[in-house]
DNA sequence: AATATATTTAACATTTAAGTTAAATGTTAA
DNA sequence: TTAACATTTAACTTAAATGTTAAATATATT
């Protein structure tokens, strides 16, 4: 956890188009897969990258498996960011 | 150029604590290097990452060279950070 | 010009990341 | 309980990132 887990997972182009696609509204493992040419698998593990940053949250709906944006972490990189913009 | 370049620069822990010191006073190469344990070709290599994302400007002073923070190109990480955050 | 100092680049080794396919797990429905 | 579907994990491959040491470049000094 901590800015370098954060920062780690947004630095990957897919990851940050997934939670652009999040940002409106949730959507399951495999709707997202969909948007993307890779394979599921690889999917997958985005997604775990971006749950072990906390970045997403997953809940299982069935046989679904839900994807939530959570942007509460940003937080802190904004304030990283802010902090080497002042002065 | 762009946001993948900048966020791929800003992924590395030792890159982000370069920009951190250059927040208070520019510094040249040795000055900056003496602040880690790796060698000196390593943070070279770090400071041409952050030099080709513009996070950082260098001007030669004889001998030494001085970088200096560019903090203008985290505008764009700021407002991709708020785009996810607003909603 | 020769030498010393500061910095960068090159060549190489090691580690980490990201992709693939195949196997495993979890859930639903026949 | 078996079959089908959704998702994750494992094993592996390839490419990229990071570090090291040694050579190259740039400037200053003698």
Known sequence: ????ETMKALSDPTRREILNMLK??????G?????FDISFAAISRHLSVLRDADLVR?????KYVRYELN???LEEIMLWVKSLQEN
Chains 1, 2 share one sequence.
């Open 1 to 4: 956890m901590g800015l370098q």
């Open 24 to 29: 409106r509204h949730s959507m399951t493992s």
């Open 31 to 35: 709707e997202i897969e969909e948007q």
């Open 58 to 62: 997953d809940t299982r709906e069935g």
């Open 71 to 73: 942007a509460s972490v």
